[in-house]
Structures are given as structure tokens and as C-alpha cells.
């Protein structure tokens, strides 16, 4: 009987050489694209210091409005109707030097009528308007 000899299976090597030219070609492209980027021309700035506010003064009246999940208005905690909010806002901004507004909702206010009440300060003429971001029970 004749004699089969069988071939030896090769085993799959990594071949470290070739991954290490890749490597540095990639290195090589990347430096060289980098070196070759035009530097951004930067303005200054100068920015303003935060400073803490002043523990002896009082701090300026803030008016708060605040708008309910029915569409309720409440000025200071006391309910409004939405026909005389915009004649109350240009009162408050004739009366007061610095008139300032918090606009805030409960938890199930609706967007529209809190734009609404955004838009009635705009049309009073008053700049210093912050919008709460927590939320606070009905009327309060």
C-alpha cells in the first residue's frame, strides 16, 4: 500500500511589519496635514468679571407672572385676567426705573399662553426678562 503523505496545514500569522508601514504612513499624512492648516486668526475679547452681588443692598423688585395649566395668570399671587396684563406690564415699566419680570409656570402650563404672556412684556418695552426653569405649585 502506497504511502500518503498529507500536506501540513500552515497556521494564519499576523504579519506585524506591514501594520507597522501603515501606521506610520497614517502618522506621517496626519502631521503633515496638521503642519499645513493656516493658524485662525483670534479677536479679543475682553469678558466681563463675575462679581457677587453686594450682600448689603437689597435686591431690585422682580414682578412675577406666572401662568397655570388652565391658562390662569397670576401676578405676584394674585390672580389676573389676560385682557388687563398688558395695561398692568406698561404701568409697572412707567413706575418702576428698572422693571424686571419673572415669567414661570406649574408643572402642567401650557407653551402657548406662556409665549403669549413673553410677548405682552416685549410689547411693554421691558429688556430684563428671565423665565423660571423650576417648577412651582399653582399660584404661588
Not at 469678558?47 to 412675577?64: G, S, Y
Amino acid at each position: 500500500m502506497p504511502v500518503i503523505k498529507k500536506r501540513a496545514v500552515k497556521k494564519a500569522r499576523i504579519e506585524i511589519i506591514p501594520l507597522i508601514d501603515v501606521i506610520f504612513f497614517l502618522l506621517a499624512t496626519f502631521v503633515l496635514f496638521t503642519l499645513s492648516l493656516n493658524r485662525i486668526a483670534a479677536i479679543t475679547i475682553d469678558l466681563p468679571k463675575a462679581v457677587p452681588p453686594d450682600p448689603t443692598k437689597e435686591p431690585p423688585p422682580v414682578v412675577t407672572i406666572q401662568v397655570s395649566d388652565q391658562g390662569t395668570l397670576y401676578w405676584d399671587r394674585e390672580i389676573i385676567n389676560k385682557d388687563i396684563l398688558q395695561s398692568r406690564l406698561e404701568d409697572y415699566a412707567r413706575t418702576e426705573a428698572d422693571p424686571r419680570v419673572l415669567i414661570a409656570g406649574d408643572d402642567k402650563a401650557k407653551y402657548g399662553p406662556t409665549i403669549e404672556v413673553l410677548d405682552a412684556v416685549r410689547a411693554a418695552k421691558i429688556e430684563k426678562v428671565s423665565i423660571e426653569t423650576r417648577v412651582r405649585p399653582t399660584g404661588r
